[in-house]
């Protein structure tokens, strides 16, 4: 049965809550930074703008505690013109339709798998992610899986443009996560990343998947023994293949 064509229980409201991170879980990269490459690129002026700010807001992405300051300089430079959320979800349609290849070659198969079989469970899955929630919906469509709650990153006008209002990461995506409703303890949480901690550490079964080499003795150190440190198919990450 081809995932399109897969029906799935009706979700109990006490169903086992289970949380996917995006990038680098079940898509290979970042979704947000080839969206915004790609509105920054749509016009001369806009590069040349991002050209100009990025030695004041590049340096500042590389941190945590600044890296929301400086994706926001980014965001503004490729959305100068546009008045809000609904111009700037009209563009991510317009994004992902035109690089529908692209996208679909990045969205990993064995993440979809226990992506799709905790929903053939009846578990209460959630995406967590740092992106615009519309953009990880529509990549979502392309496997049929659109109607998955995403919780992510709120936008709203800023300067002219389209700036972040709250960043959906770190200790804000539990936040953001308790304010959509799920606030059941989870079960199971997936993630790649070590700014999703709070995220992992929540969890009565973190799952690592797809981390930077790097990250992986700490992941080690900080979550429970036994831990499983996977590999879902991302060239160039840590963790263990999964055959």
Same mark, same amino acid.
């Given at each position: 049965?081809?995932?399109?064509?897969?029906?799935?229980?009706?979700?109990?409201?006490?169903?086992?809550?289970?949380?996917?991170?995006?990038?680098?879980?079940?898509?290979?990269?970042d979704s947000g930074? *080839?969206?915004?490459l790609w509105l920054?690129?749509?016009? %001369?002026?806009?590069?040349?703008? !991002?050209?100009?700010? !990025?030695? =004041?807001?590049? &340096?500042?992405?590389?941190?945590?505690?600044?890296?929301?300051?400086?994706?926001?300089?980014?965001?503004?430079?490729?959305?100068?013109? =546009?008045?809000?959320?609904?111009?700037?979800?009209?563009?991510?349609?317009?994004? %992902?339709?035109?690089?529908?290849?692209?996208?679909?070659?990045?969205?990993?198969?064995?993440?979809?798998? @226990?992506?799709?079989?905790?929903?053939?469970?009846?578990?209460?899955?959630? @995406?967590?992610?740092?992106?615009? $929630?519309?953009?990880?919906?529509?990549?979502?469509?392309? %496997?049929?899986?659109?109607?998955?709650? @995403? @919780?992510?990153?709120?936008?709203?006008?800023?300067?002219?443009?389209?700036? &972040?209002?709250?960043?959906? *990461?770190?200790?804000?995506?539990?936040?953001?996560?308790?304010?959509?409703?799920?606030d059941s303890p989870?079960?199971? !949480?997936?993630?790649?990343?070590?700014?999703?901690?709070?995220?992992?550490?929540?969890?009565?079964? $973190?799952?690592?998947?797809?981390?930077?080499?790097?990250?992986?003795?700490?992941?080690?150190?900080? =979550?429970? !023994?036994?831990? &499983?440190?996977?590999?879902?198919?991302? $060239?160039?990450?840590?963790?263990?293949?999964?055959?």
């Amino acid at each position: 049965m081809s995932v399109a064509d897969t029906r799935y229980p009706v979700v109990r409201a006490d169903a086992p809550l289970v949380v996917f991170d995006f990038d680098h879980t079940l898509y290979d990269g970042d979704s947000g930074s *080839h969206l915004f490459l790609w509105l920054i690129r749509r016009s %001369v002026w806009r590069s040349l703008l !991002a050209l100009l700010i !990025a030695p =004041l807001f590049g &340096p500042l992405v590389a941190f945590l505690p600044t890296r929301r300051l400086g994706i926001s300089g980014f965001v503004w430079a490729g959305t100068v013109g =546009l008045h809000g959320r609904h111009d700037l979800d009209a563009l991510i349609d317009q994004y %992902v339709d035109a690089h529908r290849e692209q996208i679909r070659k990045r969205l990993l198969p064995i993440a979809l798998e @226990v992506f799709r079989e905790h929903r053939e469970n009846g578990d209460r899955v959630v @995406v967590a992610t740092g992106a615009p $929630p519309e953009l990880a919906r529509a990549i979502l469509a392309f %496997v049929a899986h659109e109607d998955v709650p @995403v @919780v992510g990153t709120e936008v709203g006008p800023r300067l002219g443009g389209i700036g &972040p209002g709250r960043h959906c *990461h770190h200790q804000m995506k539990m936040t953001m996560l308790r304010e959509a409703g799920f606030d059941s303890p989870m079960w199971k !949480a997936y993630s790649d990343s070590s700014a999703d901690l709070p995220l992992l550490q929540a969890a009565a079964e $973190p799952v690592v998947v797809n981390p930077k080499h790097g990250r992986v003795r700490m992941f080690r150190e900080v =979550l429970p !023994a036994g831990t &499983p440190i996977l590999n879902w198919g991302c $060239p160039g990450r840590g963790g263990d293949p999964v055959q």
